[in-house]
């Protein structure tokens, strides 16, 4: 199963063991804010979660978020990954981290080696999403070489801010 290790990272699959950390994580102000109550309130909450969302896109090895987890103390800080949401013709990368770990240069780190792998698997180019109220998002973003798009699927949400590692990404 896929493992990409960085200086200071591996992410790795999530697996039930990681119910207390996705419990956590999905509870942040900032995923409450910018990604959406899922409705983890519990341990079983998350472990069914993991279950019904997270694993079945294991079944391409390019596909799923992965846990990032720092390799001097073995601790998860976040998730990133490549999901395909069915109003977008492109892969989407998205991440997560939590609070005390932003600012140190983690989801960067990540997030880059994660979109190097995904281009030698045929991952390129790729979108992602963000409110326009995320503006950490969209910095990180535009740090990876993501450019804003103009154009959106119509059947996108209109709240969110579409981006894209391709300039100008093809009109939906």
């Known amino acids: ?10 992410i790795v ?5 990681d119910d207390q950390f996705l ?20 341990t079983q909450h998350a472990r069914t979660y993991i279950i019904d969302s997270i694993i079945p896109a294991y079944k391409s090895p390019t596909m799923g978020m992965r846990k990032i987890v720092l390799k001097s103390s073995n601790t998860p800080i976040g998730i990133c990954g490549f999901v395909q949401r069915t109003y977008l013709d492109l892969p989407d990368i998205g991440f997560a981290l939590l609070p005390q770990f932003s600012k140190k240069g983690y989801m960067l780190e990540a997030c ?3 979109l190097a792998y995904g281009k030698v ?5 790729c979108a992602a999403i963000t409110t326009s109220s995320n ?3 969209q910095q990180l973003l535009k740090r990876l070489g993501f450019q804003q798009q ?3 699927p119509p059947q996108m949400p209109k709240k969110f801010m ?4 391709q300039s100008p990404l093809p009109q939906c």
Do not use: C
């Open 1 to 10: 199963m896929l493992k990409i290790i960085t200086p200071r990272t591996s």
């Open 23 to 42: 419990l956590e994580l999905m509870n942040t102000k900032g995923w409450l804010t910018f990604i959406g109550d899922k409705y983890i309130e519990n």
């Open 162 to 165: 579409l981006f894209s590692n």
């Open 121 to 125: 698997r045929g991952i390129h180019p």
């Open 135 to 137: 503006v950490k998002s």
């Open 150 to 152: 103009q154009h959106l």
């Open 112 to 114: 880059r080696a994660l």
């Open 13 to 17: 699959p999530i697996n039930l063991q």
